[in-house]
């Protein structure tokens, strides 16, 4: 089959582009130099003698969202839409990934697939018109919502956290967001197997099982690296930023058990495996 990943370049594309080759895929991904999915008449050509379509593509500066909503809405909802007419025109599947964020994040239990939306940032609201819209446009579609997502492939959390360690003494970290700590390799995976399962059209859960809190996922880093730095949990009031996080973005997987496709294991269980791999890089982040 012929894959065409959009976003090429960035930290899940890179994954999503490998994995899909190692299954057997032509795969080609584009860069937003490459394709500009905010054109149709760009999309429409990419698309063509295409089977599957996974955008990757997003505007994710969650802050510089706050300000600029307008450009973030062309990426994250006028670009899936262009994307999810022409994979319509020319027969190919869309798999559009999405996020935790357009929930309100106020839940105590793990969101389910068809839980309403409702974003509470600029960010969220642009990703949700772009589920809207993939809905809308493209019959054959997969929407996979994922969240807290980490790599080797570009700035993340996990290799944040290893380089601030090795530079001070104590560390400070949030205990009150609650989420899912996802490898990208894991969830280029799931796309893979959802692909092969001929999934039916819909929404499905991409994240980890489990959950922790930022703290915790840091525990886990500098457990895996050995540092001696002392850390401290802290509140989200100490660290204010223009987007609201969600305090809670754990998802269910309902969807997936479902249609017999194994949702991606525990959180802890996938960094023993992910870690030295994606901690082998020195930091840019």
């Known amino acids: 089959m012929r894959w065409l990943v959009t976003g090429g370049g960035g930290m899940l594309a890179q994954d999503m582009e490998a994995v899909a080759g190692q299954a057997g895929h032509d795969v080609e991904a584009s860069t937003r130099h490459e394709l500009d999915?905010?054109?149709?008449?760009?999309?429409?050509?990419?698309?063509?003698?295409v089977d599957v379509v996974v955008n990757c593509a997003a505007w994710t500066a969650v802050d510089d969202a706050e300000s600029r909503e307008a450009e973030a809405f062309a990426v994250n909802a006028v670009g899936p839409a262009n994307l999810a007419r022409a994979a319509s025109r020319s027969g190919a599947r869309l798999v559009h990934v999405s996020t935790d964020y357009v929930f309100a994040g106020d839940a105590s239990s793990p969101y389910p697939e068809d839980g309403p939306v409702a974003p509470r940032s600029a960010y969220?609201?642009?990703?949700?018109?772009?589920?809207?819209?993939?809905?809308?446009?493209?019959?054959?579609h997969l929407v996979v919502?994922?969240?807290?997502?980490?790599?080797?492939?570009?700035?993340?959390?996990?290799?944040?956290?290893?380089?601030?360690?090795?530079?001070?003494?104590?560390?400070?970290?949030v205990d009150d967001q609650v989420g899912q700590p996802t490898w990208t390799v894991d969830l280029a995976d799931l796309v893979v197997r959802l692909v092969a399962a001929g999934a039916p059209s819909g929404t499905y859960h991409g994240t980890s099982s489990g959950s922790t809190s930022w703290f915790g996922f840091t525990r886990a880093v500098l457990d895996s690296i050995g540092s001696a730095a002392a850390l401290h949990p802290t509140t989200s009031e100490k660290f204010v930023r223009p987007a609201p996080r969600p305090a809670y973005s754990v998802l269910g997987?309902?969807?997936?058990?479902?249609?017999?496709?194994?949702?991606?294991?525990?959180?802890?269980?996938?960094?023993?495996?992910?870690?030295?791999?994606v901690l082998a890089r020195p930091s840019d982040a």
Do not use: N
Not at 37 to 49: F, H, K, N, S
């Open 145 to 173: 919502r994922t969240a807290w997502l980490y790599g080797a492939g570009g700035p993340c959390f996990p290799r944040t956290m290893a380089r601030l360690a090795a530079d001070r003494d104590e560390l400070s970290v």
């Open 253 to 277: 997987h309902d969807a997936l058990t479902a249609i017999g496709v194994a949702p991606i294991g525990d959180w802890a269980e996938r960094w023993v495996v992910a870690g030295s791999r």
């Open 37 to 49: 999915i905010t054109d149709p008449l760009e999309c429409e050509r990419a698309v063509q003698g």
């Open 124 to 140: 969220g609201r642009t990703k949700a018109a772009g589920e809207w819209a993939v809905r809308a446009e493209a019959p054959d």
